[in-house]
């Protein structure tokens, strides 16, 4: 089918103007008159995910993050995301993103599902009453401990880091994936026990548990990579006759 025929099925449940205003989504390189069979979809748009898109015979590539943020005076090879973009054009393939569309549409409650969040509200409205993160309840009162071994469980993570007493006791949570730092504000007027997020630096680790909000620090990856599958159930679902491909999930560092 045509790309844009894709494009529209996906703009259909995730519409762009829920996106933030600093955002950049949608089709941001290719052709929407373009023939498209395969669809790759990734976290980002790294070079492994390139060549794998290529290598699938894929038309589209979709992503969460988008390659292109702020303006581009030229597109070359002399830098990282001119050389890209090069890469995806000569080989065919249209390049698309939802990032804060989909976080306000679907990334929000799809994380607050996984934790088994009860009575849960937006964090942080974007339109129309829709927004990034949720607060609710915690399936049951637990230790700050115990909650890092159930995010850990939940979204099959290697390891999480906490602010906070290990010991303190946990009823209320705050989720926002992705980057969390300017979700610890509306978290904590919030008045939840504990925000779990990505990103969070020294500072506003220590300020928060100082405060009385504890913080777990799941990475930015670590919650974000659901987006991989849940899209991927999405097509599947929507346009049966596409072939969907994936990217492994794959934390992108190591701890040593």
Not at 64 to 71: A, K, L, N, S, V
Not at 232 to 239: G, T, V
Request: glycine share 10%.
């Amino acid at each position: 089918m045509k790309c844009q025929e894709i494009i529209e099925r996906i703009e259909r449940r995730f519409p762009r103007e829920y996106a933030c205003s600093w955002d950049n989504v949608g089709l941001l390189a290719g052709d929407r008159q373009q023939e498209v069979d395969t669809v790759y979809i990734a976290l980002d748009a790294t070079d492994e995910v390139i060549e794998a898109a290529v290598s699938s015979g894929a038309g589209l590539l979709l992503t969460h993050h988008p390659m292109i943020f702020g303006g581009l005076k030229s597109v070359t090879a002399d830098d990282y995301t001119g050389e890209r973009l090069i890469r995806l054009i000569k080989n065919g393939i249209s390049y698309y993103a939802m990032h804060t569309n989909y976080d306000v549409l679907g990334m929000a409650d799809l994380a607050a599902g996984m934790l088994d969040l009860t009575e849960t509200e937006v964090l942080e409205e974007v339109l129309d009453g829709e927004g990034i993160g949720r607060t609710g309840r915690l399936p049951k009162i637990m230790t700050l401990e115990e909650c890092g071994q159930f995010v850990k469980e939940r979204f099959s993570l290697p390891n999480v880091k906490i602010f906070g007493e290990l010991n303190k006791m946990v009823a209320t949570a705050a989720i926002s994936p992705g980057s969390g730092k300017s979700m610890a504000r509306p978290a904590f007027e919030a008045g939840v026990d504990v925000l779990i997020s990505g990103d969070i630096d020294h500072h506003t680790g220590i300020d928060m548990a100082d405060c009385g909000m504890a913080v777990i620090d799941a990475g930015h990856y670590g919650i974000e990579h659901i987006y991989i599958e849940d899209m991927k159930k999405f097509l599947e679902k929507e346009l049966p006759a596409l072939k969907i491909c994936t990217a492994p999930v794959r934390q992108p560092f190591q701890v040593i």
